[in-house]
């Protein structure tokens, strides 16, 4: 059982020249630029409730796996036969691809409920699973933990969110509350980070400066869909196609522009690393979803009812 849960020995047989780029196409979709361009999209031109729950449960199962990669540290498979060269040795168990693909195309599904989408969204969740086993970065063991601290945090993301939960009620209906609560308990979670191994052989440790910008990034993200709503408390009719194509590609290049421009200017002014990414997490968060949409509303491209 050891030997199938960590060997690798039978992925170097499954690679083609044409299976390769599919596998990277997948595993593309587990990195920051993908939801940096797939959340606030979604935002824009399809839901903006289904994509703030979707982007609050990224966020929650992103820090729920870093930090079990620091508690583990497991090493990943051998950089002999790595194809993604982006994991930098960074901690293998439990696959952080996994458990994001799992629990986001999941609720996805769950909250659109058509059967074509649950298909849609179960291939994509197995592509993303599957391709970082194709590529070396990641054992079994790594996928299979991955996917059950999915499916968990998928669970535990049900139950505060059902409507019939009384228990969190206020916390779904007031903003204050949850910025409150992220303030609360960021620096909780800092505190109980799991500390960094000696042992010989640990994986490097990502430590929570990391990945608690992603937390940040949702302060800044319902920070700003308050704004949104207060501006502009219900969505009018859908844009054209053309006006949904200049949103979306206007807004991701103004986006990413701005993510440069920051990242140039807290090097500039010797900002370090964590600082910068807290700043900058919680800017790109308000942009997404009060400032790109004032600017759309401001030129016609999105309607008010």
């Known amino acids: 059982m050891e030997n199938i849960l960590y060997s690798m020995d039978w992925v170097l047989p499954l690679r083609s020249d044409w299976a390769t780029p599919i596998a990277q196409g997948f595993t593309w979709m587990g990195y920051a630029p993908f939801f940096l361009m797939f959340l606030p999209i979604g935002y824009w031109l399809w839901d903006r409730d289904i994509f703030t729950r979707l982007t609050a449960l990224v966020a929650i199962t992103a820090v729920v796996?870093?930090?079990?990669?620091?508690?583990?540290?497991?090493?990943?498979?051998?950089?002999?036969?790595?194809?993604?060269?982006?994991?930098?040795?960074?901690?293998?168990?439990?696959?952080?691809?996994?458990?994001?693909?799992?629990?986001?195309?999941?609720?996805?599904?769950?909250?659109?409920?058509?059967?074509?989408?649950?298909?849609?969204?179960?291939?994509?969740?197995?592509?993303?699973s599957f391709s970082r086993l194709y590529l070396g970065v990641h054992d079994i063991d790594d996928v299979l933990t991955g996917a059950a601290l999915g499916i968990a945090t998928l669970a535990i993301f049900f139950w505060l969110t059902r409507p019939d939960n009384t228990l969190t009620q206020a916390l779904r209906d007031s903003v204050i509350i949850q910025l409150v609560l992220i303030a609360m308990l960021v620096p909780i979670i800092a505190a109980?980070?799991?500390?960094?191994?000696?042992?010989?052989?640990?994986?490097?440790?990502?430590?929570?400066?990391?990945?608690?910008?992603?937390?940040?990034?949702?302060?800044?993200?319902?920070?700003?869909?308050?704004?949104?709503?207060?501006?502009?408390?219900?969505?009018?009719?859908?844009?054209?196609?053309?006006?949904?194509?200049?949103?979306?590609?206007?807004?991701?290049?103004?986006?990413?522009?701005?993510?440069?421009?920051?990242?140039?200017?807290?090097?500039d002014l010797g900002i370090g690393d964590a600082t910068a990414g807290i700043i900058g997490a919680l800017i790109l968060g308000f942009y997404m979803t009060a400032l790109a949409p004032m600017a759309f509303r401001a030129v016609g491209l999105m309607k008010q009812a």
């Open 192 to 267: 109980v980070w799991p500390a960094a191994s000696q042992a010989a052989g640990a994986a490097v440790h990502t430590g929570s400066a990391v990945t608690l910008t992603v937390v940040f990034l949702l302060a800044g993200w319902l920070a700003g869909v308050a704004l949104d709503k207060r501006l502009a408390p219900d969505r009018g009719p859908r844009p054209a196609w053309w006006q949904m194509i200049v949103m979306a590609v206007s807004g991701i290049v103004v986006l990413f522009a701005l993510r440069a421009g920051i990242e140039a200017t807290a090097g």
């Open 65 to 128: 796996n870093g930090w079990f990669k620091d508690f583990w540290q497991d090493p990943r498979p051998g950089a002999d036969i790595q194809l993604d060269g982006r994991v930098t040795g960074s901690p293998g168990r439990p696959s952080g691809h996994t458990q994001i693909a799992v629990a986001m195309w999941l609720w996805l599904a769950y909250e659109i409920q058509r059967p074509w989408v649950w298909v849609v969204c179960i291939i994509l969740a197995f592509g993303v």
